[in-house]
């Protein structure tokens, strides 16, 4: 056997035993949903800002659930889903809806009604849900191509790039057709980040131009609605679709509404069939949504007005660990950083859920406040109906003990 030959697994060997970190790193934006252990006891306050997906739902709407008159709604007899859908449709200003199980599968439902043709092609922020964890369904599902252009810091894209990356000439044969624009309102990555109306506007003014359809996925788009003092309609007239997320903020335990034209929604009712979406009695469901969607909103207000709270107390602790940047708190979702380097998120948020004497002592209780570890070093809180203005007042002692415990052990280090 030659030396050369020799050489190939030499240095394969040395890979494998000089560069483990690289081999099990995982990237925080790839993977930041977890299960941490949960501390039980009457001395254990716990304040869940892991997502608004935590939330649970109260004693009206679990009552609206019991007493819902229901039917067969794949024979679309159930007039507790038809009214739902109304109702959505009337507050999106579109012309119909649909209740789907899922905000992945309304998107992917969206992506295949628009993207008729497989090798048809979606142009996405490259930070959005749709691209980043929603598993690749357009094309792993749907057959659909994906374009991607850079998703800045508000969560809006550059139109001019997005106009370069519009394919020309269809039927050319290099090439797929650009159908389909997607955006995100708010932007779960950028951090519940607002899209201006102006942006939306000029966006549909150029896909008009191009003949582009455009999709927003709208999973907090009530947030958006709340946070710019309109109504829903007044930021869905710029989009030709739209999946509002009923499980998140809004509270209902299951389900999301996809609105859009009469056309777009007969089509999505028989995509929804295909990916074993369509549901019986699912009134039972659709009652929770109605709640959602008359009472909920409006109460959102609170939850913005908590992060904001957290956010410019993070800003004031002593000794000062925290870093924010308040003009990027829009609506209820923060991402801050550390200013310590020798304090990781995954480390400050295991801190954080974590509890020992010295705690109970200075603050009377145990508290444990979860959060993830997010993008770019970051750390991602998010509130919701769940999270009370107690409980925010509980998560900044938490974080500002937690602070002091940090620079009473860097004392003791030097």
Sequence with gaps: MSSKALTIPARL??????????????????LYYGSPQVVTGSAVRTVDLRSDTVTKPGAAMRRAM???????????????????????????GMEAALYVPTGTMSNLIAVMVHCRERGDEMIVGDLSHIHVYEQGGSAQLAGVHSATVTTLSDGTFD????????????????YPRSRLVC???THNIQGGRVLPLSF?????????????????DGARVMNAAVALGVQPSAILQHCHSVSVCLSKG???????MLGGSKDFIQRAVRTRKALGGGMRQSGVLAAAGKIALSDMIGRMKEDHRNTKSFAQALLQCDPPMYQVDL???????????????????????ERMAGIDEEEVKALGQGVQVLMFPHVGGTVRAVWHLGISEEDT?????????????????SIRAA
């Design 66 to 92: 019991a007493e819902a008159e229901v039917g067969d709604d794949v024979f679309g007899e159930d007039p507790t889903v038809n009214e739902l859908q109304k109702i959505a449709a009337d507050m999106f």
């Design 327 to 349: 003009t990027t708190v829009e609506s209820n979702i923060l991402r801050f950083r550390l200013r310590d380097a020798h304090m990781s998120p995954a480390e400050f948020c």
């Design 13 to 30: 060997l040395r890979y494998c035993f000089h560069k483990p970190r690289r081999v099990f790193y995982v990237d925080p934006v790839r």
């Design 159 to 174: 139109l001019d790039q997005l106009i370069s990356k519009i394919r020309h000439g269809y039927p050319d044969p290099h």
């Design 183 to 185: 955006v995100e309102n």
């Design 393 to 409: 007042q509980l998560a900044i002692q938490k974080a500002h003990f937690v602070a002091h415990q940090h620079k009473l052990k």
């Design 200 to 216: 939306l506007q000029e966006l549909r003014s150029v896909a008009d131009n191009f003949g582009l359809t455009v999709h927003m």
């Design 250 to 256: 809004l509270g209902a335990p299951v389900g999301t």
